[in-house]
């Protein structure tokens, strides 16, 4: 077989304003995952839509376990597939867009849904966040042509810094303005749906007007289906060459589905467990989005000097800390009370814990995105992206589907404990990585002509 060998000079590296504007999806999107999933409309589903108060809320919390499942699963089942059709005809921006007027749309819609409207609820759930999670996938494939790999940390850190820059933004107006997600304020808080569909509209613009799309249409015959199969049926093949990629995403299967667990979870736990009032809530999204942006700007710093792979295993090594004093909050604050007569409240302990929870979310997720972008060549960057969002969202599926199963049997208290379990095997299997095979696979690999 004749080979090729795919490089990219340094010339084609992404200008600053470049750049920037394809962080600015990051800082767009940040409206969609905290308003709508991690804020606001998840606890407003659970407590107020869905209700059932009597139960402790573990029907509806399964039923929206159950809808961010499914909608992590049809990403699961079609995002290798629009990879492959992106790097064959080079439409990662078409893709990219089709995704965000989708986001756009469905989560304006979300205004419709009130106390009662269950199965509307979960139909705009599952479409709007598996819009939203597709165009996860489609940025992140952009992430290999931006800069040179020893630079892709400093990138990928300030990308998720934007984003929780964005979110701060975002959701801070939103928590001002709109108040908290109560039924007495319902008819204020149902416009959450679509003051985060209009802020993601807006500043995501940047993103359409300077971002490149630098692939090269390759020579293709027949339908977008037949491409995609054919293409991702190569990748499998393919994958051998790709030995620590492989692995890697085997152990982001496991670390992501506690990350999700916690995305979808912790303002629920909060509200249910912690038993926080709505101005507690406003302080620890704050803490949260600063801590993570500071997290995802330092590690990423941080990531070019210890190398990526150490640098993911610290932030699992932060996770499962967090686990930990996320679980023991209120035994803790208890213990501390009786010991010292005192009368501290969980919900203010529950704020230095978020901290330390924010602080791992930042490093983490951009940790594992850079480290994909090392080990991609940038001939099948959206197609290993592809894999990525596979591996984030099939990882969403078994988290959220076991956070949900198992606080119906046992309560929310003491199922978060999943998390760290989650997090310590992801740290195991990682260890098997080698970051310089890794990086060399990326930089010899050849690309066979037609």
């Not at 979110?167 to 928590?175: I, N, R, S």
């Not at 085997?250 to 667990?261: K, R």
Request: charged share 10%; proline share 3%; hydrophobic share 55%.
């Amino acid at each position: 077989m004749v080979h090729a060998q795919s490089t990219q000079a340094a010339s084609d590296f992404a200008s600053r304003r470049e750049i920037f504007g394809w962080a600015m999806f990051d800082f767009a999107n940040q409206a969609y995952t905290l308003l709508i999933i991690t804020v606001v409309f998840g606890e407003l589903f659970t407590t107020v839509i869905v209700g059932d108060r009597g139960d402790n809320f573990r029907l509806a919390n399964l039923l929206w376990s159950l809808a961010l499942a499914t909608s992590y699963l049809l990403v699961v089942v079609t995002a290798p597939l629009c990879g492959a059709i992106m790097d064959e005809r080079a439409e990662k921006k078409r893709f990219l867009l089709f995704s965000y007027l989708a986001t756009v749309a469905t989560t304006a819609m979300l205004y419709f849904v009130a106390p009662g409207y269950v199965v509307l609820g979960l139909i705009l759930i599952i479409l709007s966040n598996y819009a939203y999670s597709m165009g996860e996938s489609f940025i992140a494939a952009f992430l290999p042509s931006l800069g040179p790999p020893q630079s892709l940390g400093k990138i990928s850190g300030f990308g998720w810094a934007l984003g929780y820059i964005g979110g701060l933004f975002a959701a801070g107006f939103t928590l001002v303005v709109l108040g908290e997600a109560s039924a007495d304020n319902f008819e204020r808080i149902r416009w959450v749906g679509p003051f985060a569909a209009g802020f993601f509209l807006v500043a995501a613009i940047p993103t359409f007007i300077w971002l490149k799309e630098r692939a090269t249409p390759q020579p293709h015959h027949g339908s977008y289906w037949h491409t995609a199969r054919r293409r991702v049926t190569a990748t499998f093949h393919d994958l051998k060459h790709f030995r620590d990629l492989s692995v890697f995403l085997v152990s982001l299967l496991f670390s992501m589905a506690g990350v999700y667990i916690i995305i979808a979870f912790a303002f629920i736990y909060g509200a249910q467990v912690i038993g926080w009032e709505a101005s507690v809530r406003n302080i620890m999204f704050i803490i949260v989005q600063i801590t993570a942006a500071a997290g995802a700007l330092g590690f990423g710093w941080i990531q070019d000097r210890l190398g990526a792979k150490r640098t993911y295993q610290i932030t699992l090594g932060l996770w499962i800390a967090a686990i930990l004093a996320i679980w023991l909050t209120p035994e803790f604050t208890d213990w501390v009370n009786q010991a010292t007569g005192w009368q501290w409240q969980p919900q203010y302990v529950f704020l230095f814990v978020g901290c330390l929870a924010g602080l791992s979310l930042g490093s983490s997720q951009s940790a594992s995105r850079a480290l994909v972008g090392l080990f991609s060549p940038t001939t099948k960057s959206a197609e290993f992206f592809g894999f990525w969002g596979l591996a984030n969202k099939l990882a969403g599926v078994i988290g959220i589907v076991l956070l949900g199963g198992l606080q119906a049997l046992v309560g929310l208290q003491a199922s978060i404990l999943l998390c760290a379990v989650l997090f310590g095997v992801a740290m195991l299997i990682c260890a098997r990585v080698n970051e310089a095979r890794g990086r060399q696979a990326a930089l010899n690999w050849r690309a066979s002509p037609g």
